[in-house]
Each structure stands twice: as C-alpha cells, then as structure tokens.
C-alpha cells in the first residue's frame, strides 16, 4: 500500500516525460489505477506492476525510452566523476570497503542536478558506515570465488560499479542488465557507454522489470544466476524482487524510501551491504 503515491508519481512522470497528450495521459492515469488495483488486489510484486505500468505508457505514446536523456546526462556526469572517485578508493586503507561504498553512492545520481552538488553527495555518502555490513563474510567469500554475476541498477550507477569490479581482482565478472528500458534502470547500451565491457562479461537478464524478477528472466540468465559463486544484487528494486529467494545474494544499495528501510530495519537513507541472513536481525 504504501508504495501506491510513489507508483503514481512516477507514472505520471514518465507520461510528461514521453510527451504525452491530453487524452493519453488520461488514459494513462486511468489504466494506471486499474493496474494498481488488480495489484493491490492479487497481492503482486511491485517490480511486476511497475513493469505493467511501464508498458502502459510505451504503449499510449509509442515512447520506449522516456528517460533517455536523462540516463546520458547521469552516465556523462559519472563519467566526470569517475577519475576522482577512482583515486579516493586507490588511496583508501581498504580497497574493497571503498569501492563497495563507492558503488552504494551511485544513488545519488537520482537526485541532484549540479554536478558538484553530486560530488559532495557522494563524498559525504563515503564517510558513512553500512548500517547493516557483511564486508568479511564477501572478502572470505571472494577469495575463494571465479565466477561472479553482479545484477545492476541505474544507468548511471553503471560508472560507479566499474570502480568496485575493478577491485575484485581477476574474476570472470558476469553484469546483467535489463532487456529494455524501464525508468531509468540500466540497458546494453548503457553499460557500454559507460566502459563496462573493458572489465565484465555484460548481459541482458532477460526481463524489463525494475528489480530482476526471476520469472521474466532469460534462460541463460536464471542458470548464470544459480550457478554464480557469488550473485551481488544491485539496488532497491533487486531487493524487493530477490529478497525471498532461496539462494545466497548479497545486497548492495541505499535504503531511499521507508518500506524498504522498514524491511531490511535500518534508518531511511542509511547505505546496506547484507546478505538475507543479516536482515531482520
């Protein structure tokens, strides 16, 4: 229920962004409460009405991409910022802690508009500790680990993501993204622009859900998914779909709504890296 407000907010964002005319946006906002009905009503995954409602505003624009300018400014900008923040977590005492939080950070790009107003963001979001933290149980984990799957998140969070694969090590790093546009979630063509074939295997998952809903998913994806030795899950949205299920994920991501804090028991806007075992505790 009480990610019903935010649903609509963004339905009617993407329905300006896609330039949609009166009467579209009407039938728009119309569709928008029946689909969240039939939702509320059969209990179904947020991630999956959100695709539902995705689909409604490709369908009454002809639109398939009403964020694209705004993932390229995110991904443009990153790219700006990305030198810096390399540098920070090549100085850092522990590596890995940095470029984990690093990639946490990356949420940030959701928010402001000023680029330096970002940078400070970030900064002040590396200064923060994990409200929840499972950084020895990854290092042990990883050390005996060759394949990893990494589930990603935002378009522009791509950036932030090279710097923390970049300290894995030497590992066969496998980065799925989604099949076609949704918000602004990370697709192929994003994950290119931003290098990340220079340092991972990418792939597409398969669906177009914003959080990586296991039955929307390629075949390819759900074996790469089972047989990874570690599977590191990207974002709110990859919380909400995979948070339940039965094989090891550890979660990366900044606790931006109050369901999700509630969920994982952590403050609003505090940073999360836990795998299903360390929540609720």
């Known amino acids: 229920m009480d990610c019903i407000p935010c649903m609509m907010r963004q339905i009617v964002d993407a329905a300006r962004r896609a330039k949609a005319d009166e009467g579209a946006q009407r039938r728009i906002l119309t569709g928008a409460c029946e689909l969240l009905a039939r939702g509320l009503n059969n209990e179904e995954m947020t991630v999956a009405v959100c695709r539902d409602l995705n689909r409604l505003v490709v369908e009454e624009t002809s639109v398939e991409e ?14 700006t910022l990305y030198p810096r923040l390399k540098e920070r977590v090549v100085n850092s005492p522990d590596r890995l802690l940095a470029a ?35 950084l020895e149980e990854f290092r042990q984990q990883l050390s ?33 993204v989604k099949d076609s546009p949704i918000a602004n979630d990370a697709t192929l063509r994003d994950a290119r622009e931003s290098g990340l074939e220079e340092v991972a295997t990418l792939i597409s998952a398969g669906c177009s859900t914003a959080g990586t809903l296991l039955a929307d998913c390629s075949e390819e994806f759900r074996r790469l998914f089972s047989e990874a030795d570690i599977v590191l899950s990207k974002g709110m949205g990859n919380y909400e779909a995979l948070s339940e299920s039965s094989r090891p994920i550890f979660f990366l991501l900044k606790a931006k709504c109050q369901p999700v804090a509630d969920d994982i028991g952590v403050p609003l806007g505090k940073l999360v890296f836990a795998r299903q075992e360390d929540i609720g505790k």
């Open 144 to 176: 005996q680990s060759t394949d990893i799957l990494i589930l990603a998140d935002n378009a522009g969070e791509t950036v932030f993501d090279r710097i923390l694969i970049e300290e894995l090590g030497k590992k066969n790093v496998v980065y799925a």
């Open 100 to 134: 984990l939080k690093t990639a946490a950070a990356g949420n940030v790009l959701d928010i402001f508009i000023d680029v330096e107003a970002r940078v400070q963001d970030v900064e002040g979001i590396l200064k923060q500790e994990f409200a929840l933290c499972c």
């Open 66 to 79: 009403p964020y694209r300018d705004i993932k390229e400014r995110h991904i443009k900008e990153a790219l």
